[in-house]
């Protein structure tokens, strides 16, 4: 048995009592720190999930910035991804969130509507921090910005930008009698020009009929971006310029839809594409059942490399395929493209609106940005990622870039997401037969004046 | 008297305690499922009709109460009548069709086989009910689909020499979401109408056959006076449901192409939910709600129910 004296008890417990005083003293610091954790809300996405992912890869280089400060703060990313099959009906649900005042700190959407967001006050203004980061934001294309920015100022962050075209099968065209010479024209003539849109149903009809492919264009079977090009190919912006309103001139509507109607009248445009599934629709096109094919360059790395096994290298890919801008209405008229950046934005209620920018800065980086460029094939936002050896192998990006001279963006209009739901809906009813072009005309102006606020009619 | 005024007290008492058993009984009977009918039934409307006269909007703000949804629906909403023309063919083409007709068919034709194969057949033909309806409208859609794969491409080109894939979604949209909805909706008349023949006593049968009637005579006038009230009860049932249910519709055609098969209640999930007009769409369900209840009103007229719910003047054993 073991007898301490008292005094010997005492010098000890009094030792044990220092140091662990020490010891909590030296952790100081550490306990200290705060951690704040940001929410990103971001869609499901399998075209771009670095989207998220660089948010997250971001945070630790924040973290080092903030722990070279002397910061005590750290930064968290909890990321909150939503199910929604397109940026449409996940910008309808975050809206639901945000006004329950459940919404995150940072979300990802699609640029058109993000006045929708700040026409309710969900999202943060963000001049201010852009013009006090240049580090971050200062490279950043300035055509991109315009895609960010509502009526009173910017409100989001470009993440990403594309190209929409007309891909096509150059090898059924050969078999339909067109010489090589035509068809590798094509996309020279279509930038010039030359190339109209109704040519286009010509040559698909000429396919149609003289080879074994079905359709001779293809195009999405939901709402979406791409077919907007094609009303911007007959004249129709959608936004007056004196009033910023949306506008709706009907020659132009009913110009535009005549085209979708002579496709379907010339067996071109399949009746039931809009009842097609997206999968079908890529399929037929990429195992060479269909002509032309309207979307964007990010379906070659996402789809028809890696499933349809379409030749990887550059001039494997161009003896066979190809793509060509939205073609002018007519002769000597203006081609088209069009370009739907993704962007990133602020909760107007977060918290920590200096730690979120910051932390979307980093995410912005070249390096970052041009990883999820080169695997998703989409277009970078800053130049100097152009001298990335990555970026320059990917071949499809520095092709696409040509169509950026001629590329329009959808309006940032806070209603625009519903005018498309219903440029859609007669898109459908011209295709199955159920409306004629002017009819289609009068529809969208009827349901947009009924359901949308001062819709301008001419 | 002090034993009278004593048996009085106790008469009191049991009465009094006959009371509070009542009231209690009725509580513990009753009171779940009239909670349950609030919650889920009259709650809902009462949201609902709050809702139409407001603007809430697809970020589910209300700036405040307004008629312009009533005004959008009598003034503006061009869409409206062909959709309630659709609805009236959706709904009376599936319940003349399937619900009522092909349910007492299928009923009548399984009670008159053998036990086994009568059951086998109403197994088969509740299939389609208890299947999940995701799976059920997946099978529908590689069944129809327009490619030469689908089932009935199949069928048509390699069994009868059809040239081209016929594409029924397209072209035939009406009568798909009729087919699809009445081979889920006539198990359930099958059913109750099998229950009802099997109630019939069985010696009528013998009895007329003794007579001289045939198999269709004894359906005339045996089976179908005895299945009036089933029949009465499926139509108003059938009616209400299919008067409200859209999932299958959704799933198989998405309300197209273009409005083809968007029918009033889907109509009124596509305005609210795809178009985030909230409040339109509440006003628009509105609608449904009164339709309902007048179709319920009517039919119980019609078909006369309050006699089939009266206690029977015989005592039966």
Known sequence: MIHWKSGTAAALLSAILMGGSAAVFTTMPASAQETVKL?????????????????????????????????PKRVE??????????????????????GIDQGPDMFIAAHEW???????GFVLKLDDYIAKYPQHFGTI?????????????????????EARMFFYNKKLLREA???????????????????????LIDIAKQVVDKTKAQYGILHRPNKGPDYIMTFNAYGNDFVDPASGNLLLERDKLAAAFGWFERGVKEGVIPANNTAMEFDAIRKEFYTGNAAFYMYGIWDLGSVAFPTYGLPKDEKGFFADWGWI????????????????????????STKEPELAVRLLGHASAADLNTDHAVTTTHIGIKPEQLQDPRYAETWPLARATELLKITKFLPNNAQFGELNGIIYAAIQGIESGRL??????????????ASLEDVVVK | MTTTADELMIERRGHARSATRRRANFLIFLGPAIVLTVLFFIVPVLIDVAVSFTDLNRSLRITGFTLEQYEKIFRGDRRLTPVIGLTFIYVFGTLAIFNVTFGLILAVATTSLRNVSGSFFRGVWLLPRMSPSVLYILLWLWAVSPAEAGLVNQVLMQGFGLDAPLDLLTSAPIALIIISNGFIGASMGMIIFTAAIRGIPEHLFHAAAVDGAGTFAQIRFITLPALRWPISFVTIYQTLSLLVSFEYILLLTRGGPFYDTTVYALYVYRRAFESGQYAYGAALALFLIIIGVAVALLGWRFFDMERLLQRPRIEVH
């Open chain 1, 39 to 71: 929410e990103l809300w971001s869609r499901q996405d399998p075209s771009g999930p670095l989207r998220a992912g660089n948010v997250v890869k971001a945070a630790e280089r924040l973290n080092k910035e903030l722990e070279a400060e002397g910061s």
């Open chain 1, 77 to 98: 990313v909890a990321v909150r991804e939503s199910p929604a099959k397109g940026f449409d009906d996940d910008a309808l649900q975050l809206l639901k969130v945000f």
């Open chain 1, 114 to 120: 993000i006045c929708a967001f700040q026409e309710d």
């Open chain 1, 141 to 161: 294309f300035p055509s991109l910005w315009s895609s960010a920015k509502c009526p009173d100022g910017t409100y989001a962050i470009p993440q990403d930008a």
């Open chain 1, 177 to 199: 009698g067109y010489d090589a010479a035509f068809v590798d024209a094509l996309p020279e003539r279509a930038l010039s020009g030359d190339l109209t849109m109704d040519e």
């Open chain 1, 325 to 348: 801008a939205g073609p002018a209405a007519a002769k000597g008229g203006s081609p088209v493209s069009l370009t739907h950046p993704i962007v990133y934005a602020i909760s107007a």
């Open chain 1, 436 to 449: 004629s072009a002017d009819d289609a005309a009068e529809f969208v102006i009827d349901e947009a004046s």
